[in-house]
Each structure stands twice: as C-alpha cells, then as structure tokens.
C-alpha cells in the first residue's frame, strides 16, 4: 500500500508531514509532494488547493506519478444537514457534484459519459477511517481540543455521520441555498469544494478512496466568520489524530 493523502489547506495537514519518518519533498505541477513513512504506513501528502479542478489534478498525480494505491482526503466542510453541527465528522459513503447538469442530454448530476451521479467509496478504507474517528471523538476529543476552543465553537458531544457529501465549486454560504440543495439531495450532509472531482478520478483510475470532512460551519451567511481559527484549532487537530490512527491501523492490519 501507497497512502495518498490529500488536504485543500496547508492547516487541514498540520502536523503530518512534521510525524513523517524519511521524509522527501519533491516539487510538481506547482504543488509540493512530501513522502514518507506515517506510522509503518508509506504515504504522500500534498495539498491540492481550492476547488475540483485543483483535486482532480493532484488526485491524478498522486496516482500517475507518484504510486499510490489508495486516497484519503481530510478536511473541512459544511453541514448539509440540520442535524450536523459544527465539530461532527463526516465520513462519505458517496460523493455527488452538485453542479454538474449536462440536461436535458444526460440527467442531472450524472457525470457524462460515466452513468454515475453517486460515486461511492472503498468501504473497506472508509470503515476503516471511521472506526479511527469514533476513537478520536471517545478517547481523545478532550485532551487535542483546547477547553476554550470546545467552548467558543460550542463543540459539546460532537458526533460521526455517513453518508452523501456534494462538492461543488462554489463556498456554500446562504441558507436558502443549502435548503435547495438538500431538498434536491435526500439524505445530503456536508457540502465542500473537492471529494466529488476525487471520486470521480478514483473511480475512473479504479483507485480505492475514503473522504473524511469535520464541519466547520454551517454553510449559511455566518459560515466565513472565525473559518481559519477553527481550521487551525479544532480542524487540524481532528485530521492529525485520525489519520494516524487509520494509518496505525492500516499497519496492524497488514501485520
């Protein structure tokens, strides 16, 4: 196994590329790609940037280029859902892209030409990553989360969901739009900027891939205010603690 991991932001990472044993950092397509071994794990770690196009291009590298043999993309997102608060995990189960509509010739949300709309994860990777995030949110929430961070974003018993996360190029921020978007997409609970354009390059490559998102706001008109103070004090720490217990995980199960 070759872990390829994928963040949008620098502070979506931190911590990771620091827990690499041999690490390596080679320049490509104007991103930095840092392998190493996480945990007995051999990984790559990149940030793609904002938006499909940016994921869909490193996912391709990571894979054309680099080697890898599975995805696992971290961050952060917003709820879908009114009952996903801010500091609950989203472990995708599917990946839609909510503004992909080639009507009348192929149905809205179907990605043309591959008869797929719901692009569904490796479960065996994704039950994996959310095995990992249940024991974070049980055994470590307390201690990686600074009290007044729990208490300023009111993170009180936050909680692990599966299911439908829509990406789409565009920073959710109105509540009337992400009303629309759940009434259209039963069972819709994160909205963000890049796992679907992932999905869709894993899919076509037949590259196992697992989306891991914490939310970060609630994708209405408050949802920029104190964005990158949550990525860097709550989100960031999420991703640390998870993916290394998925990548300690990985290891103990490959023996």
């Known amino acids: 196994m070759r872990l390829g991991i994928i963040s949008a932001l620098e502070e979506e990472q931190q911590g990771l590329v620091e827990a690499m044993q ?3 950092r080679v320049m490509h397509g104007m991103r930095g790609y840092t ?36 995805i696992l993309f971290t961050g952060v997102a917003g709820a879908g859902d ?22 009348p010739l192929f149905p809205k949300f ?20 959310a095995s990992a995030a249940g024991t974070f949110l049980a055994l470590d929430f307390e201690e990686a989360i600074a009290a007044g961070e729990r208490q300023d974003f009111g993170l ?9 996360i829509a990406s789409g190029d565009q920073f959710i921020s109105c509540a009337k739009q992400v009303n629309a978007l759940g009434a259209a997409l039963p069972g819709l609970l994160a909205v963000e900027m890049e ?24 994708a209405n008109e408050g949802a920029a205010h104190d964005f990158m103070r949550f990525v860097q ?17 990985l290891k103990a199960a490959a023996g």
Do not use: W
């Open 22 to 24: 041999g690490a390596t």
């Open 35 to 70: 392998a190493g071994s996480i945990a007995g794990i051999d990984a790559v770690c990149v940030l793609s940037r904002i938006g499909k196009v940016a994921a869909a291009t490193t996912a391709t590298m990571l894979v054309e280029k680099f080697g890898v043999s599975h």
């Open 82 to 103: 009114a009952g996903v608060q801010v500091g609950d995990i989203v472990v995708a189960d599917a990946l839609l892209q909510y503004d992909m509509d080639a009507s």
């Open 110 to 129: 179907e990605v043309p030409l591959t008869g797929v709309s719901h692009f569904a994860t490796d479960q065996h990777l994704s039950n994996l990553v």
């Open 156 to 164: 009180r018993s936050p909680r692990l969901h599966r299911g439908l």
């Open 195 to 218: 796992g679907a354009a992932v999905a869709q390059v894993c899919f076509e490559l037949g590259v196992p891939f697992a989306v891991i998102r914490t939310i970060s706001d609630n």
């Open 233 to 249: 004090a709550v989100a960031s720490k999420y991703a640390f603690h998870i993916v290394m217990r998925v990548c300690r995980d």
